[in-house]
């Protein structure tokens, strides 16, 4: 009789912040069910994780998981800075024959350790799943991003086809028909940042589609979203894409599993050291009063916009705590000086911290609203601390997200492809004070959803039984 094989899982990311931290999560929790699990990571960041968080100590408890390192294609020196996004993605993707070489080398299956039976690749990374396939392991594709994202990436032949992209004009308000399930809000504007290049070669718009289009080639697709929250969308997409499991928020799912509670626990999978002064601040003021201000950890701004930003924070009189990671203003003259007003405002009412633990200081009693980019996991992030959002997308899916956040779900207000002062300071008192009430109440309703999938019964925790199972049933195609 056939047996199945012991199941052991490979996870890879592709390396940056989001990725590393949210499929970190998705191993805890298949750690949790006693699977074997190998989480593959570049070396560069491998040694960042190691310098700047507990990981190694805190999967100690699990015997059965294990870290493995990988080269990212790119020499030593190389800065690995966001500002050379593009080298990042051409370095791993030569970085494939070292990936065969690992999966048939010995190495994985060293210790007694079973042979690799699934492997579950990041989408942005979704050729090395045809190595897997090739090897005859079933692979499973991960996508961080939401599920709206990936639905407008699908529908690229749709907008090619209708002619409405590329964009026939500047008007960027008029509104697109031939995204299903988008039709009288997606604006040119709320598509994904791919859609404003004039040049169909673009190198990002290419990854996007393709790899979004690849990824359907998967045995199956991970999305850390829930049901509640993007079911109408889903619902598109199922037709077109093998099985999907919603499993999310990972990050709330993964205390739920934890602690039976969606407190954010001390540790953490960030790659810059973590200033906690900002907490002993926030414990210092009042209920709901300040207004947490990040961009995440790639996107870039100048230094106009920074001073734009500044400004209005100051001048909306609120008080603030603001991450600027050190290296997220372009044109950065650290020699001009900084107006006196800014100095002064913010040394009344302002905090500023070159990276901070995000999870806990949204749930913070100080902490009464989000001014984000709207990146996928701090919009996770943000709903699961029940927090309204002002944001101001840079680039990729945020574009996308902030639609759906304001347009949509109603849990904040849009503020994209503007950024001056006035602006700034309407936006923030808005979200402080004059729609703070409406924007709360749908927030709680659907952080309540959020907090449901991920307990036990709800759709996200049924639906990681269901991984786990199908996980262990797989057999190798060899
Ligand atoms: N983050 C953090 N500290 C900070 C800023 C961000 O821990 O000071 C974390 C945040 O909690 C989130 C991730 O970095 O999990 C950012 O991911 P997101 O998808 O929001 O944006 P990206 O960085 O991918 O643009």
Redesign the pocket.
């Known amino acids: 009789m056939e047996q199945t094989p012991v199941a052991h899982v490979l996870i890879f990311p592709f390396p940056?912040?989001?990725?590393v931290?949210?499929m970190l999560k998705l191993a805890e929790l298949l750690c949790f069910s006693g699977l074997y699990v190998t989480f593959l990571n570049t070396k560069h960041y491998h040694k960042r994780l190691l310098r700047f968080t507990d990981a190694e100590t805190r999967f100690e408890s699990f015997p059965k998981f294990r870290f493995q390192t990988i080269t990212d294609g790119l020499p030593d020196d190389h800065s690995r800075s966001v500002s050379y996004i593009k080298d990042l993605i051409t370095g791993i993707e030569s970085v494939q024959p070292a990936f065969r070489e690992l999966m048939i080398s010995n190495n994985l299956n060293s210790d007694n350790w079973p042979p690799v039976t699934c492997t579950i690749i990041d989408g942005l990374i979704a050729f090395f799943m045809d190595v897997s396939k090739e090897l005859g392991i079933p692979s499973i594709s991960f996508r961080?991003?939401s599920a709206c994202y990936l639905w407008s990436c699908f529908c690229y032949q749709n907008l090619t086809e209708a002619g409405e992209f590329p964009f026939a004009d500047n008007d960027m308000d008029k509104l697109i028909s031939c995204v299903p399930g988008m039709q009288g809000f997606l604006r040119r504007r709320d598509l994904p940042s791919f859609y404003r290049i004039k040049e169909l070669n673009d190198p990002f718009l290419k990854l996007a589609v393709t790899q979004t289009i690849n990824s359907t080639r998967a045995s199956a697709t991970i999305l850390n979203t829930f049901e509640d929250l993007e079911g109408p969308i889903l619902s598109e997409m199922r037709p077109h894409f093998p099985k999907i499991y919603t499993l999310g928020p990972l990050?709330a799912h993964l205390s739920s599993r934890r602690t039976n509670s969606f407190a954010p626990s001390d540790s953490?999978?960030?790659l810059?050291e973590?200033?906690r002064s900002c907490m002993t601040w926030l414990d210092s003021q009042p209920l709901k009063s300040v207004v947490y201000v990040?961009?995440?950890?790639?996107?870039l701004m100048t230094r106009n916009e920074m001073l734009e930003f500044w400004h209005g924070l100051v001048n909306s009189g609120k008080r603030f705590l603001w991450?600027i990671?050190p290296d997220s203003v372009k044109d950065n003259d650290q020699k001009s000086q900084i107006p006196t007003e800014l100095t002064e405002g913010t040394k009344d009412r302002g905090y500023m911290?070159?990276?901070?633990?995000?999870?806990q200081?949204?749930v913070h009693p100080a902490v009464g609203g989000f001014l984000?980019?709207?990146?996928?996991?701090?919009?996770?992030?943000s709903i699961i601390a029940g927090l309204p959002m002002v944001c101001w997308p840079?680039?990729?899916?945020?574009q996308i997200n902030s639609r759906f956040v304001s347009q949509v779900w109603k849990i904040g207000l849009d503020m994209k492809d503007v950024c001056d002062r006035l602006t700034v300071e309407k936006m923030v008192n808005d979200l402080m004070e004059n729609k703070r009430d409406e924007l709360a109440r749908s927030m709680d309703e659907i952080s309540q959803m959020a907090k449901k999938s991920v307990s036990e019964g709800g759709t996200s925790w049924c639906n990681l039984e269901e991984l786990i199972e199908d996980i262990k049933s797989m057999k190798l195609q060899v």
């Open positions: 940056a912040q989001g990725h931290n949210s961080t991003t990050h953490s999978n960030s810059w973590v200033d990040s961009f995440g950890s790639i996107a991450v990671r911290v070159g990276w901070c633990p995000q999870e200081v949204l984000t980019h709207s990146g996928w996991n701090s919009t996770l992030e840079v680039m990729g899916d945020q």
